[in-house]
């Protein structure tokens, strides 16, 4: 018997319940599978960051928004979307 037939046997006498434990933790497998291949594709478009520069970006992000350097967020949208015809 192969090892596919072997788990399908075993799986036929279990009650509900484990199957449905399995079928969950399956999909949990799948979800971060997903996940990580997420944080690959992202991984490959921006570079991981420091604390450092995450702390010099948001001090950056925080002074030109005390200088008036900031658009309210429907604003941006709106540009965005008339600029690219969304």
């Known amino acids: 018997m192969s090892t596919l037939q ?8 279990l009650p509900e ?7 969950n933790f399956t999909k949990k497998l799948s979800q ?12 490959r478009f921006l570079p991981p960051k420091s604390r ?4 010099r970006d948001l001090e ?3 002074q030109q928004a005390a200088e008036g350097k900031c658009q309210e ?10 600029k690219y015809g969304l």
């Open 6 to 13: 072997n788990t399908i046997s075993m799986m036929e006498t």
């Open 52 to 55: 450092e520069d995450i702390y």
């Open 73 to 82: 967020m429907g604003e941006a949208l709106a540009e965005i979307r008339a």
């Open 60 to 62: 950056i992000s925080r």
């Open 17 to 23: 319940t484990d199957l449905i434990k399995i079928q």
């Open 32 to 43: 971060r599978r997903e996940l990580e291949t997420a944080d690959e594709a992202v991984g």
